[in-house]
Structure formats: C-alpha cells, structure tokens
T-cell receptor, first 115, second 107 residues
Framework: NAGVTQTPKFQVLKTGQSMTLQCAQD?????MYWYRQDPGMGLRLIYY???????DKGEVPNGYNVSRLNKREFSLRLESAAPSQTSVYFC??????????????FGPGTRLTVL | RKEVEQDPGPFNVPEGATVAFNCTYS??????FFWYRQDCRKEPKLLMS???SGNEDGRFTAQLNRASQYISLLIRDSKLSDSATYLC????????FGTGTSLTVIP
C-alpha cells in the first residue's frame, strides 16, 4: 500500500516548456487534488476531482490543466511554463468517512523550478 | 481576507514545555477542521481532526470555538521530535490551509 505517489520528485524547466506531473493513489479514494505551496502563502488549491470523470477549478487554476485518467490517477499539466509556476506541487486524495471528518492524504511532492 | 490565519511564529521552546497555537477562520459555515504537521521539505500529514467537544491524542489537545471561529492546538511535554510546521486546515466545499506555525523544540 503505497498511498499517494507522485512523479517526478524534482524538475527544472525553461520558460515555455511543457510538462505533466503524475499522481496516483491506491486507497480507492474518490476525490483527488492538486495544490501548490509557496513560501508565506500556504497550500493553494489548483484543481480537484470529486470523482472519476469530473474536474473543477480551485483557487489558482490559470496556466494549468488536469486529467482524471481513472479512479487512481490524476495528472497536472503545465502547457507553457512560467517562472511564476516555480513551486512545490502536492497531490492529495481524500477519504470520506461519512462522519464529517474528511481526511486528505498527500503525496511526497514535486519540486519544480522554471528558469 | 484570508480564509485561515495563523501566527507564523517561529516558536522556540525548551523540551518539556507546553506550547499553544491558535488559528482563526473567516467562514462561519465551515464544516470540518484539522491540524496537519509538515516537516521540512516533506508533505503535510494529518495530526488530528478537531471536534466541537474538543479532543485529545496523547500529548496533543485540539479545541474548536465555533462562536469565535478559532481553533487551537496544545502540545504538552514538548519533544525534540515535535519540531515541525503545524498547519491549520478548514473545510468548506474545499480545504483551506493556513500558512503554518513553525515550532522548534530546543534541548
């Protein structure tokens, strides 16, 4: 049981390049999320998927696209990277216990630098 | 106005001390509340959920005050291993994270 996995762990891009961040979970969770974390800003939601086949914008979606490939996998794509997208990206999946205490589990993160 | 606000610290306390963190949230309709712990360059991990009645897990006690819209975390008998950043998280339609409070426990 690996939990939430992300690839790659580190990436350096040049401005204008594109890339896809991969995320997979093996906990059979319906909901998955992409966040970015910047110093002094906390984690901010980029996109989320409440269930397979659905995706919705979060707080900071501009410059990103997502794909919920199946229940396990949720990818984040940068079509034309910009220096402002330099950040640490975390994928998360959510357990809905039914008791109201929903829990999110995070992957180890991808550290992206855009030059 | 930020959805969730925390004192960033840093808090530097000696081993064995008791330390408390507070967090305020802006949306009175918020439904669930959590404290997460994040070690340097690692992912956030759930420390504990926060219930209206208050809850305790070993040395950690969490309280929720819905009327004043704040959440607290109390750590008793601090250990060196408690050094981390503590994130306050509030859920209303989506999860909102505070910027975190940094704690260093000194030998």
């Amino acid at each position: 049981n690996a939990g939430v996995t992300q690839t790659p762990k580190f990436q350096v891009l040049k401005t204008g390049q594109s890339m896809t961040l991969q995320c997979a979970q093996d906990m059979n969770h319906n909901s998955m999320y992409w966040y970015r974390q910047d110093p002094g800003m906390g984690l901010r939601l980029i996109y989320y998927s409440a269930s397979e086949g659905t995706t919705d914008k979060g707080e900071v979606p501009n410059g990103y696209n997502v794909s919920r490939l199946n229940k396990r996998e949720f990818s984040l794509r940068l079509e034309s990277a910009a220096p402002s997208q330099t950040s640490v990206y975390f994928c998360a999946s959510r357990e809905t216990s039914g008791s109201g205490t929903d829990t999110q589990y995070f992957g180890p993160g991808t550290r992206l630098t855009v030059l | 106005r930020k959805e969730v606000e925390q004192d960033p610290g840093p808090f530097n306390v000696p081993e064995g001390a008791t330390v408390a963190f507070n967090c305020t949230y802006s949306n009175s309709a918020s439904q669930s509340f959590f404290w997460y712990r994040q070690d340097c360059r690692k992912e956030p991990k759930l420390l504990m959920s926060v219930y209206s009645s208050g809850n305790e897990d070993g040395r950690f006690t969490a309280q929720l005050n819905r009327a004043s819209q704040y959440i607290s975390l109390l750590i008793r008998d601090s250990k060196l291993s408690d050094s981390a950043t503590y994130l306050c998280v509030v859920n209303y339609l989506q999860f909102y994270f505070g910027t975190g409070t940094s704690l260093t426990v000194i030998p």
